[in-house]
């Protein structure tokens, strides 16, 4: 198993896991399985958590 499948094992049985983690998580397996460089990743992976960010703070709705 590798690195990032053991942690993500561990946060799945730890009830930690949240989708943003998860999804980081499958951005970075697949793609270094598919040959990007760390810095295409690491850009797949901000964009991914921006947006993530983003839909959550517009679900939230104003906070007053």
Known sequence: MNQLALFLK????ANM??????G???IITS?????????????????FALETRRITDEDRGPQA
């Open 31 to 47: 793609g270094k399985e598919s040959g990007k460089t760390d810095e295409e990743i690491q850009a797949e992976s901000m964009a």
């Open 10 to 13: 561990i946060l799945t049985e």
């Open 17 to 22: 896991a949240t989708p943003a983690i998860i």
């Open 24 to 26: 980081i998580i499958d």
